[in-house]
């Protein structure tokens, strides 16, 4: 149609008027989502080593998205097609799983901590360090920022429905943000002098209360029992990080930011809007590949959806999809959600690939783990077995890519050591993380 309907149309016959339902015609043009506009930029200035791990929930149709054959040579599967053109630069691994994970709607929480949530005697919940937190540690000293938190939902969320995927020392979650206009503005929009010396008021006062709040522990802790002691250690360490961080706020503040022109960046697109899920995905993307880029970060963790949420290319309702029961049709609709994912995470590989980075390319210093932490299985269970996981990328830091690699998803390596060696790719100097056991022997060559 070439006007748009007003949503008080009505249909009148015979003295009756009824109400239409709402249409896409009733949309304005300039809200309906199109296709991105965004090109990559022809070369990167430097090459650093990246991480960027992406989540989607609930599992997927895990029918059509393993590759029937194992090795180099194996055919993508039906939802892996739309990564044809990268097959060469990914490796698809399955049958891993964290054995310590009690699945249900945990999965997120889990997923790059490996942490069993029960672990601590008294308590219903708790977490540890994030690897992409690890990574940061060495990577974050370089950057104006040290990792980047994106989700759909802003904040952090709650236990066992996390909107985070990034955890501290401390196991605390570090909250996420889910509008591409205010994480362009904080990425690459200056701040006037005004607001310069507000944010330097903010955090004189911030330390002034730290330094009030470790004074006090200091003379607490000679009235505490050993136990009460350690509580209050740890405590005080998450305060000395709130430390740090101010300090490092505060020293790049007159840094000026990377210049880089909003256009072609979708920047209104809203998560849960059915015409802008596509456009939401793509412009979060597009701006994590120009933070990277720009080495404003290094380690980025996006989390397309909350556990229990989630939406298809079309607003679809993954959640529900999920709860199958092995239905033939639910399951074709769960594929097709699954591949919409993939297609969005191919454009993304698409602007790495397409980025010079010397006689390599972008994708090349950039590692990228996609997958999710629980499996919508055979009949709609959410197990924390046989979980979909994909790497690629990162050929110049030492990954090898070797089509797909299948494990005994009753007696495999815990999917930790994937963990382990992404974090050695990237340069931590650690044998050990959570309960791996080394690093996963065929893409760490």
Known sequence: MSKTLSRRFMLRAAG???????????????????????????????????????????????????????????????????????????????????????GGHSGADTWLTAADLDAVAGRDYSNTIS?????????????????????????SGSAMHSHTLSFDRSGTPLPAEDSPRRLFERLFVPESDRDRQAMLNRYRLRRSILDSVGNQSKQLEKRLGKEDRNKLDEYYNSVRATEQRIERLESWID???PTV?????????????????????????????????????????????????????GGENHHELSHHGGDAGMLDKLAKIDQFHTSRLARFLDLLSDTAEGEARMLDSTMVMYGSGM???????????????????????????VGHVAHDKQNHPPLANVLLTLAQKAGWENEQFADATGTLTPIAG
């Not at 299985?377 to 890519?401: N, R």
Request: aromatic share 6%; net charge negative.
């Open 261 to 313: 022109d909003p256009k072609d960046l979708q920047l209104g697109s809203k998560p849960h809007d059915a015409h802008d899920r596509p456009m939401w995905l793509d412009v979060m993307l597009e701006i994590s590949y120009l933070a990277m880029l720009t080495d404003t970060t290094r380690v980025i963790t996006f989390q397309w959806s909350r556990e229990a949420g989630g939406y298809g290319g």
């Open 255 to 257: 840094v000026p930011k």
């Open 131 to 155: 690897i992409d937190q690890r990574i940061a540690e060495v990577h974050g000293v370089a950057t104006r920022i040290p990792s980047l938190q994106l989700s759909d939902r802003s904040g």
């Open 375 to 401: 499996n919508s299985g055979e009949g709609g269970e959410h197990s924390p077995k046989d979980l979909p996981l994909l790497i690629a990328g990162g050929k110049s830091l030492g990954l090898k890519h």
């Open 16 to 102: 009756a008027s009824l109400a239409l339902p709402f249409l896409d015609a009733m949309s304005p043009s300039h809200l309906i989502a199109a296709p991105s506009a965004f090109k990559p930029l022809p070369s990167s200035p430097a090459a650093h080593p990246r991480l960027i791990c992406c989540y989607v929930p609930n599992g997927v149709n895990i029918f059509k998205w393993k590759p029937e054959q194992t090795g180099a040579d194996a055919a993508l599967s039906p939802t892996l097609e739309p990564l044809s053109r990268h097959r060469s630069d990914m490796t698809v691994l399955s049958g891993l799983g964290h054995p310590a994970s009690d």
